[in-house]
């Protein structure tokens, strides 16, 4: 009767390796992963020149930054976007300072088309910032703010100072507190339409409580 001969090292080695040890093709196998932190973080083993855009750091709002181009003056309420403390309500005391201003030589046609321009081009002048400082919606830039708030005086004309401050805190109120469907376009619209587009519905909804408040009186 024959018997079988032991088996040999390559033999056993054929059958495949044990349940506790690791698979041939585990990184973590000889210290593979510890020495590999590419494996880790893969950005740390990327080449320097990989394809790929880069992401842009946050950059701060300051006057250096301001004046370094036009449109980022305009963009960010001539200055009053620079405010450390709540930079979109002194961007809308802007707007209503403006308005003051500028309502004693421009007629109601001129706001209409200062307004949709200020819109229209608010878009790209916004986006072009928002783009420079890396955020996608970032509180410096107020142009948002100034455009709404003058068509939210300019539906309201004639109206006694009383009733301006009022338009004033409506229209605060929604552009803070971003109620629906405010919040619903704030997080789906990006870039600069979404900048521009969440206050004009913010401006819309302050003009609705206002009508219906002069329906009740």
């Not at 000889?30 to 973080?41: E, F, V, W």
């Not at 083993?45 to 181009?69: E, K, Q």
């Amino acid at each position: 009767m024959q018997t079988e001969p032991p088996l040999g090292p390559a033999e056993d080695f054929a059958e495949g390796p044990s349940r506790d040890s690791p698979p041939r093709d585990d990184p973590s196998r000889d210290g593979l992963l510890a020495d590999n932190p590419s494996q880790d973080d893969p950005s740390r083993g990327a080449p320097p020149d990989s394809p790929g855009p880069r992401p842009v750091r946050p950059r701060r709002a300051t006057a250096r930054f301001m004046l370094s181009h036009p449109l980022h003056l305009i963009s960010l309420g001539f200055g009053s976007g620079l405010s450390p403390v709540m930079p979109g309500t002194v961007g809308t005391l802007f707007a209503w300072a403006s308005f003051a201003v500028l309502n004693r030589y421009l007629t109601v046609l001129d706001w209409g088309v200062l307004i949709v321009v200020g819109f229209l081009a608010g878009i790209s002048i916004s986006g072009f910032t928002a783009k420079k400082l890396g955020i996608d919606d970032p509180s410096p830039v107020v142009w948002d703010e100034i455009v709404a708030f003058w068509l939210v005086l300019l539906m309201v004309t004639p109206v006694t100072f009383t009733g301006q401050v009022w338009a004033f805190v409506v229209f605060r109120f929604f552009d803070m507190v971003k109620p629906p469907p405010i919040r619903y376009f704030d997080r789906r619209l990006k870039g600069g339409f979404g900048i521009m587009f969440d206050d004009l519905v913010a401006a819309f909804f302050t003009l609705l409580v206002i009508a219906l408040w002069r329906m009740t009186v």
